[in-house]
Protein backbone atom coordinates (compact mmCIF):
# COMPACT_ATOMS: atom_id res chain seq x y z
CA UNK A 1 0.00 0.00 0.00
CA UNK A 2 1.42 3.45 -1.24
CA UNK A 3 2.10 5.62 2.37
CA UNK A 4 0.45 9.09 2.39
CA UNK A 5 2.52 12.22 3.47
CA UNK A 6 1.16 15.53 3.39
CA UNK A 7 3.29 18.13 2.06
CA UNK A 8 3.14 21.65 2.57
CA UNK A 9 5.09 24.99 1.05
CA UNK A 10 4.71 27.42 2.96
CA UNK A 11 6.15 31.26 2.41
CA UNK A 12 6.01 34.84 3.82
CA UNK A 13 5.77 35.26 -0.48
CA UNK A 14 4.07 33.43 -3.09
CA UNK A 15 5.49 30.17 -2.29
CA UNK A 16 6.17 29.61 -5.71
CA UNK A 17 10.07 28.99 -5.44
CA UNK A 18 9.26 26.25 -2.05
CA UNK A 19 6.84 24.37 -4.72
CA UNK A 20 9.10 24.24 -7.16
CA UNK A 21 12.07 23.15 -5.26
CA UNK A 22 9.73 21.00 -3.44
CA UNK A 23 8.42 19.11 -6.15
CA UNK A 24 11.76 18.61 -7.17
CA UNK A 25 13.17 16.57 -3.90
CA UNK A 26 9.62 14.55 -3.88
CA UNK A 27 10.06 13.02 -7.62
CA UNK A 28 12.87 11.75 -6.33
CA UNK A 29 11.46 9.08 -4.09
CA UNK A 30 8.81 6.55 -5.26
CA UNK A 31 6.61 4.41 -3.07
CA UNK A 32 4.71 7.43 -1.55
CA UNK A 33 1.62 9.33 -2.21
CA UNK A 34 2.22 13.25 -1.35
CA UNK A 35 -0.91 15.31 -0.91
CA UNK A 36 0.42 18.61 -1.34
CA UNK A 37 -0.55 22.09 -0.40
CA UNK A 38 0.58 26.02 -0.98
CA UNK A 39 -0.08 28.23 1.59
CA UNK A 40 1.24 31.74 0.52
CA UNK A 41 1.98 35.15 1.57
CA UNK A 42 2.26 34.19 5.27
CA UNK A 43 3.31 37.67 6.06
CA UNK A 44 2.59 37.89 10.05
CA UNK A 45 2.29 36.21 13.05
CA UNK A 46 -1.26 35.48 13.34
CA UNK A 47 -1.10 34.12 9.25
CA UNK A 48 1.82 31.86 10.84
CA UNK A 49 -0.30 30.75 13.17
CA UNK A 50 -3.35 29.92 10.77
CA UNK A 51 -0.93 27.95 8.58
CA UNK A 52 0.20 25.76 11.79
CA UNK A 53 -3.42 24.82 12.70
CA UNK A 54 -3.45 23.68 8.99
CA UNK A 55 -0.26 21.63 9.17
CA UNK A 56 -1.29 20.31 12.48
CA UNK A 57 -4.50 18.82 10.86
CA UNK A 58 -3.20 17.26 8.11
CA UNK A 59 -0.93 15.62 10.75
CA UNK A 60 -3.62 14.26 13.00
CA UNK A 61 -5.08 13.40 9.87
CA UNK A 62 -3.18 11.18 7.97
CA UNK A 63 -1.38 10.36 11.36
CA UNK A 64 1.90 10.98 10.33
CA UNK A 65 4.46 13.84 10.80
CA UNK A 66 4.06 16.47 7.76
CA UNK A 67 6.56 18.01 5.91
CA UNK A 68 7.10 21.62 5.27
CA UNK A 69 9.09 23.03 2.64
CA UNK A 70 9.46 26.47 3.22
CA UNK A 71 10.52 29.73 1.72
CA UNK A 72 10.91 32.56 4.61
CA UNK A 73 12.49 35.39 4.87
CA UNK A 74 11.72 36.39 8.23
CA UNK A 75 12.98 33.41 10.39
CA UNK A 76 10.63 34.38 12.88
CA UNK A 77 7.76 33.40 10.96
CA UNK A 78 9.58 30.30 10.48
CA UNK A 79 10.36 29.43 13.95
CA UNK A 80 6.38 30.36 14.36
CA UNK A 81 5.34 27.61 11.65
CA UNK A 82 7.71 25.16 12.84
CA UNK A 83 5.94 25.38 15.86
CA UNK A 84 3.66 23.02 14.27
CA UNK A 85 5.65 19.57 14.69
CA UNK A 86 6.27 19.11 11.11
CA UNK A 87 9.52 18.18 9.17
CA UNK A 88 11.04 21.79 8.28
CA UNK A 89 13.08 21.81 5.33
CA UNK A 90 14.20 25.89 4.43
CA UNK A 91 15.25 25.88 0.55
CA UNK A 92 17.33 28.85 1.61
CA UNK A 93 19.24 27.25 4.18
CA UNK A 94 22.17 25.29 2.21
CA UNK A 95 23.12 28.87 0.29
CA UNK A 96 22.76 31.85 2.66
CA UNK A 97 25.74 31.31 4.60
CA UNK A 98 28.21 30.61 1.39
CA UNK A 99 26.65 33.50 -0.16
CA UNK A 100 27.39 35.26 2.71
CA UNK A 101 30.85 34.45 3.16
CA UNK A 102 31.59 34.71 -0.70
CA UNK A 103 30.25 38.04 -1.09
CA UNK A 104 31.53 39.21 2.75
CA UNK A 105 28.02 40.68 3.66
CA UNK A 106 24.86 39.44 5.50
CA UNK A 107 21.77 38.88 3.59
CA UNK A 108 19.47 41.87 4.33
CA UNK A 109 15.62 39.86 5.65
CA UNK A 110 13.28 41.65 4.07
CA UNK A 111 10.15 40.58 2.18
CA UNK A 112 9.16 41.70 -1.51
CA UNK A 113 12.98 42.58 -2.55
CA UNK A 114 12.72 39.68 -5.43
CA UNK A 115 11.14 42.87 -7.70
CA UNK A 116 14.42 44.76 -7.86
CA UNK A 117 16.01 41.46 -9.75
CA UNK A 118 13.07 40.92 -12.07
CA UNK A 119 13.31 42.00 -15.72
CA UNK A 120 9.54 43.22 -16.59
CA UNK A 121 9.68 42.52 -20.09
CA UNK A 122 10.63 39.21 -19.60
CA UNK A 123 7.51 39.29 -16.09
CA UNK A 124 5.07 40.35 -19.10
CA UNK A 125 5.96 37.59 -21.38
CA UNK A 126 5.75 35.61 -18.85
CA UNK A 127 1.97 36.74 -18.00
CA UNK A 128 0.99 37.03 -21.46
CA UNK A 129 2.16 32.97 -22.13
CA UNK A 130 0.35 32.16 -19.35
CA UNK A 131 -3.01 33.34 -20.37
CA UNK A 132 -2.38 31.57 -23.46
CA UNK A 133 -2.11 28.62 -21.88
CA UNK A 134 -5.10 28.65 -20.21
CA UNK A 135 -7.11 30.06 -23.33
CA UNK A 136 -5.94 27.24 -25.30
CA UNK A 137 -6.03 24.58 -23.34
CA UNK A 138 -7.61 20.68 -23.77
CA UNK A 139 -8.27 21.62 -26.84
CA UNK A 140 -9.93 25.03 -26.66
CA UNK A 141 -8.26 27.31 -29.48
CA UNK A 142 -9.05 30.05 -31.36
CA UNK A 143 -5.64 29.56 -33.63
CA UNK A 144 -2.27 27.64 -32.94
CA UNK A 145 -0.17 30.29 -34.96
CA UNK A 146 0.93 31.97 -32.24
CA UNK A 147 1.69 29.09 -30.09
CA UNK A 148 5.67 28.22 -29.40
CA UNK A 149 4.66 24.21 -28.99
CA UNK A 150 1.73 22.03 -28.98
CA UNK A 151 1.69 19.09 -26.24
CA UNK A 152 -0.12 16.38 -27.50
CA UNK A 153 -1.26 13.25 -25.70
CA UNK A 154 -4.00 11.48 -24.51
CA UNK A 155 -6.02 12.56 -21.51
CA UNK A 156 -4.41 12.69 -17.88
CA UNK A 157 -0.69 12.71 -19.43
CA UNK A 158 0.90 15.61 -17.97
CA UNK A 159 -0.24 18.60 -20.38
CA UNK A 160 -2.19 21.39 -19.08
CA UNK A 161 0.52 21.22 -15.92
CA UNK A 162 3.46 21.17 -18.43
CA UNK A 163 2.21 23.80 -20.26
CA UNK A 164 1.70 26.12 -17.56
CA UNK A 165 5.35 25.65 -16.18
CA UNK A 166 6.54 26.50 -19.20
CA UNK A 167 4.52 30.00 -19.35
CA UNK A 168 5.46 30.81 -15.92
CA UNK A 169 8.86 30.08 -15.99
CA UNK A 170 10.06 30.71 -19.39
CA UNK A 171 7.73 32.51 -21.02
CA UNK A 172 6.66 29.75 -23.36
CA UNK A 173 3.19 29.96 -25.29
CA UNK A 174 2.38 26.57 -24.92
CA UNK A 175 -0.88 24.79 -26.04
CA UNK A 176 -1.87 21.29 -25.59
CA UNK A 177 -3.99 19.22 -27.44
CA UNK A 178 -5.92 16.13 -25.86
CA UNK A 179 -6.49 12.95 -28.63
CA UNK A 180 -9.98 11.91 -28.27
CA UNK A 181 -11.42 8.54 -29.47
CA UNK A 182 -12.26 10.12 -32.54
CA UNK A 183 -8.36 11.10 -33.07
CA UNK A 184 -7.28 7.93 -31.69
CA UNK A 185 -9.68 5.72 -34.45
CA UNK A 186 -8.79 8.20 -37.83
CA UNK A 187 -5.89 8.07 -39.76
CA UNK A 188 -3.00 9.98 -39.48
CA UNK A 189 -2.79 13.46 -37.35
CA UNK A 190 -5.71 15.32 -36.41
CA UNK A 191 -6.83 18.05 -39.45
CA UNK A 192 -6.32 20.99 -36.82
CA UNK A 193 -2.43 20.11 -35.84
CA UNK A 194 -1.44 19.27 -39.69
CA UNK A 195 -0.57 22.95 -40.60
CA UNK A 196 1.53 22.85 -37.22
CA UNK A 197 3.53 19.61 -37.26
CA UNK A 198 7.00 21.37 -36.54
CA UNK A 199 5.34 22.97 -33.41
CA UNK A 200 4.19 19.46 -32.04
CA UNK A 201 5.48 17.49 -29.21
CA UNK A 202 4.40 14.27 -27.87
CA UNK A 203 3.56 13.25 -24.13
CA UNK A 204 3.21 9.04 -23.18
CA UNK A 205 2.79 7.55 -20.06
CA UNK A 206 2.29 3.78 -18.75
CA UNK A 207 -0.78 2.95 -18.64
CA UNK A 208 -0.64 1.38 -15.33
CA UNK A 209 -0.04 4.78 -14.13
CA UNK A 210 -2.28 6.54 -15.97
CA UNK A 211 -5.14 4.45 -14.92
CA UNK A 212 -4.09 5.53 -11.75
CA UNK A 213 -4.52 9.08 -12.08
CA UNK A 214 -7.80 8.32 -13.95
CA UNK A 215 -9.25 6.06 -10.96
CA UNK A 216 -8.78 9.36 -8.88
CA UNK A 217 -10.94 11.34 -11.36
CA UNK A 218 -13.27 9.15 -12.68
CA UNK A 219 -13.48 6.02 -10.56
CA UNK A 220 -15.38 3.26 -11.57
CA UNK A 221 -15.63 4.43 -15.35
CA UNK A 222 -14.99 2.61 -18.82
CA UNK A 223 -12.22 5.87 -19.23
CA UNK A 224 -10.39 4.56 -15.95
CA UNK A 225 -10.08 0.76 -17.15
CA UNK A 226 -6.58 -0.69 -17.54
CA UNK A 227 -7.88 -1.84 -20.80
CA UNK A 228 -8.15 1.65 -21.91
CA UNK A 229 -5.61 3.12 -21.03
CA UNK A 230 -3.07 0.47 -22.62
CA UNK A 231 -5.19 0.83 -25.73
CA UNK A 232 -5.15 4.74 -26.10
CA UNK A 233 -1.63 4.93 -25.05
CA UNK A 234 -0.83 2.23 -27.80
CA UNK A 235 -2.30 3.85 -30.71
CA UNK A 236 -0.94 7.80 -29.54
CA UNK A 237 2.52 6.02 -29.32
CA UNK A 238 2.11 4.53 -32.85
CA UNK A 239 0.42 8.11 -34.30
CA UNK A 240 3.66 9.75 -32.75
CA UNK A 241 6.05 6.99 -34.59
CA UNK A 242 4.17 7.81 -37.83
CA UNK A 243 4.19 10.95 -38.28
CA UNK A 244 8.07 10.94 -36.37
CA UNK A 245 6.50 13.77 -33.62
CA UNK A 246 9.08 14.07 -30.73
CA UNK A 247 7.96 12.41 -27.56
CA UNK A 248 8.64 11.46 -23.78
CA UNK A 249 7.81 9.38 -21.34
CA UNK A 250 6.14 11.46 -18.56
CA UNK A 251 5.70 8.67 -15.91
CA UNK A 252 8.60 8.81 -13.73
CA UNK A 253 10.06 12.28 -14.81
CA UNK A 254 9.11 15.40 -13.13
CA UNK A 255 6.92 18.65 -14.56
CA UNK A 256 10.45 20.50 -15.12
CA UNK A 257 12.27 17.34 -16.65
CA UNK A 258 9.51 17.37 -19.28
CA UNK A 259 9.77 21.43 -19.71
CA UNK A 260 13.66 21.33 -20.16
CA UNK A 261 12.94 17.62 -22.33
CA UNK A 262 10.07 19.96 -24.57
CA UNK A 263 12.62 23.52 -24.79
CA UNK A 264 15.73 21.17 -25.56
CA UNK A 265 14.09 19.27 -28.38
CA UNK A 266 12.07 21.84 -30.06
CA UNK A 267 15.65 24.71 -29.72
CA UNK A 268 12.93 26.86 -28.06
CA UNK A 269 14.34 29.80 -26.32
CA UNK A 270 14.23 29.88 -22.38
CA UNK A 271 12.96 33.19 -20.98
CA UNK A 272 13.81 32.71 -17.48
CA UNK A 273 15.83 34.94 -15.89
Known amino acids: MTDIRPVFYVSDGTGITAETIGHSLLTQFTGFRFVTDRIAFIDNIEKAQEAVARIRVAGEHYQVRPIVISSFVDATLSAVVADSGAMMLDVFAPFIAPLE ?3 NVSRQSR ?5 GLVDF ?5 R ?3 MNFALSHDDGIAVSYDDADVILVA ?3 AGKTPTCIYLALHYGIRAANYPLTDEDLKAEGLPARLRPHRRKLFGLTIDPERLQQIRRERRPNSSYSKLETCKREVATAEAMFRAERIPVFNTTHTSIEEISSKVLSTLGLQRGMF
Open 111 to 115: VGQAH
Open 154 to 156: VSR
Open 127 to 129: IDA
Open 101 to 103: REL
Open 121 to 125: DTYHR
